[in-house]
């Protein structure tokens, strides 16, 4: 005999589609911000990081940027498993 899996609470996936959209417009902020800065600001992306170097600061942002998505989607992963953890101890 199989045991019937229980429903979710009604605003478990509310929660989690909640801190996924906050954590998305963080995301697209600062990666509109950058693309603001490539179209208006050329320039200061074009300077090197450090005096003679060849790093600019366009690589150093577009860096950030991808680590910021790394970073966001290991928050949403944890806070996600955190919160099923809860759910599936509260059973």
Do not use: C, D, H, Q
Not at 32 to 45: E, H, N, T
């Amino acid at each position: 005999m199989t045991t019937p899996i229980p429903s979710p609470k009604p605003g478990a996936a509310t929660e989690s589609i909640r801190l996924g959209v906050g954590l998305t417009l963080v995301l697209v902020a600062a990666y509109f911000g950058f693309i603001g800065l490539s179209a208006f600001a050329p320039v200061m992306l074009a300077r090197p990081v450090m005096t003679g170097g060849t790093v600019t600061w366009a690589f150093a942002y577009a860096f950030g940027v991808i680590g910021l998505g790394v970073a966001l989607t290991g928050i949403y992963v944890l806070a996600a498993n955190r919160a099923e953890t809860r759910r599936s101890l509260a059973r």
